[in-house]
């Protein structure tokens, strides 16, 4: 019995790696899952500023996490040669102008920390804050995503 537990653990942690080997080989698989995750962070906090989902400052102050800690690395998923493949929606632009698509990433994650450092109380602040953030994150999207 501890045999197959081990070659099933095994097998589990190969998997793994070879998970992690792929996506550190494909910068464009780690990148749409970081905009996923920040998507739906952006999601989490809309639903609250809008009166779908109850406040709940744990879900504001984890949403806000995520798009501060994403957007500290995701910039370094585009190094050159990365233009195509698996499916991009990257826009030729930001290897044209990767000064300014880093720029945006990091104003992203400093709206995000000056958000989570005075955490809206209540649906109202959510909604005010998502103001800056949303006006970022479409700025970066219209200039540097391709549209599908």
């Known amino acids: 019995m501890k045999l197959k537990t081990i070659a099933v653990a095994a097998a589990v942690l190969a998997a793994l790696g ?24 952006m999601g989490a906090l809309a639903g609250i500023a809008k009166g779908e989902k109850p406040y709940d400052a744990e879900i504001v102050k ?7 800690d994403v957007s500290k690395t995701f910039a370094d ?3 050159a040669g990365t233009e195509t493949g698996a499916e991009t929606e990257a826009s030729p632009k930001i290897w044209e102008s990767m000064d300014d698509f880093k720029a ?3 104003q992203l ?3 995000a920390e000056t958000v989570l450092a005075s955490l809206p109380g209540d649906q109202a602040g959510v909604a005010a ?6 006006k970022n994150c479409a700025s970066c999207h219209e200039t540097y995503r391709l549209k599908k």
Do not use: D, N, Y
Request: proline share 7%; hydrophobic share 45%.
């Open 18 to 41: 070879a998970s992690a080997v792929v996506a550190a080989e494909e910068p464009q698989v780690a990148r749409q899952q970081m905009m996923k995750k920040v998507g739906g962070a």
């Open 109 to 111: 994650g400093k709206e």
């Open 77 to 79: 998923q585009f190094p």
């Open 104 to 106: 945006k990433t990091a």
């Open 129 to 134: 804050a998502l103001g800056p953030i949303g």
């Open 62 to 68: 984890a949403s806000l996490a995520t798009m501060s």
